[in-house]
């Protein structure tokens, strides 16, 4: 299932696991990711196979398929040639999209991104003891706020989250996919490599990855971009996978978008996130609902009334 916002100079985005059509612009981990791409272009977007509001039920799950359902999507919507930008599990399927459609491709973003899965990184025992332990949470906690589960999974997610965007990532979770179905997803992104197709992107890259990144290491994008001929490569600022509103790297992300595809850079606020104003009336009813604050602040309201009628006192007995 497509959603577009009907503009002209289309971004198309790849698919990634953890989507919703509808949920995802309600999301506080999503929405100004949203918005912020769709500020200057169309923005076309889709829930994968077995993902979101696609069909549920799907019997055949591969990294071939995925590539396929980009295909479909982007025929179906009759797209020429248009940006192309790859989220975390979905650089990979970006990048083999770009090889083998190089002519439909303006531009390339990768954000997050790896080329190879678990199962073809480093020590392939440890490795595989990683993927099953990430299934056997999947299948016990998957969306739950239970703390073992937050604490290797949504917490490698978005570290300096705050209690609302766990919750809203959990609930993510739960409307994006089943936990059966996360498993296979999981596993099927574990066995990914498209490292040998990098020397063959021939469209115009930029690759952007968070140094901090618990979820995908910084130095999977520095291999992405040192392995795509030309690629610009730009470090942001943190440790969250998906980037939040209040993040560093969250304006850094959008002025190398901005440069790359040479769009006029945001200016003010950016789209999703409050303005000077609405972060002040926040801020202010924090300090409401914070009741030492209202302590501390009657008891210096009382403090000085008592010194004025002191005061008071003392010049009406001198």
């Known amino acids: 299932m497509a959603s577009a916002w009907l503009i002209p100079s289309p971004i198309v ?14 999301s ?5 990711i949203i918005l912020g791409l769709a500020h200057h272009h169309s923005l076309l977007r889709y829930d994968a196979r077995g993902n979101g509001l696609s069909q549920r039920e799907v ?31 979905g650089a990979s399927i970006a990048i ?27 020590n392939p025992e440890k490795q595989k003891h990683e ?5 056997t949470l999947i299948r016990e906690g998957w969306g739950s706020d239970q703390e073992t589960y937050r604490q290797f999974f949504t917490s490698q997610i978005i570290p300096d989250g705050t209690a609302e965007q766990y919750r809203s ?32 992107v021939t469209v115009p890259t930029l690759v952007l990855h968070v140094r901090g990144d618990l979820r995908a290491q910084f130095a999977d994008g520095q291999q992405i971009a040192a392995s795509v001929p030309g690629a610009k490569f730009v470090p942001l600022e943190g440790r969250n996978h998906f980037i939040l509103p209040n993040d560093r790297a969250h304006r ?6 901005a440069s790359f595809l040479d769009d006029r850079p945001i200016r003010g606020s950016l789209p999703g996130t409050a303005n000077f104003w609405e972060r002040l009336e926040q801020r202010m009813r924090n300090l409401e609902q914070n009741w030492f604050i209202k302590f501390v602040i009657i008891l210096a309201a009382i403090t000085g009334v008592v010194i004025f009628f002191l005061e008071v006192w003392r010049m009406l007995h001198h």
């Open 13 to 26: 985005r790849a698919s990634h696991w953890f989507n919703n059509l509808e949920y995802d612009l309600k």
């Open 28 to 32: 506080p981990v999503y929405r100004h």
């Open 59 to 89: 019997s055949e799950i591969s990294f071939d398929l995925w590539v396929s359902d980009l295909e479909t999507v982007v025929d179906r919507a009759v797209l020429d040639r248009f940006t192309l930008i790859g989220i975390s599990q």
């Open 96 to 122: 083999a999209y770009a090889v083998k459609h190089p002519d439909r491709i303006s531009h390339l973003i990768i954000y997050g991104g790896y080329a190879r899965g678990l199962l073809h990184r480093g």
């Open 131 to 135: 993927l099953e332990i990430a299934r």
């Open 169 to 200: 990532l959990n609930e993510m979770e739960r409307v994006s996919a089943t936990p059966e179905l996360a498993e296979r997803l999981l596993c099927e992104f574990a066995k990914v490599d498209v490292a040998d197709l990098l020397p063959k």
């Open 252 to 257: 850094g992300f959008f002025d190398a978008i």
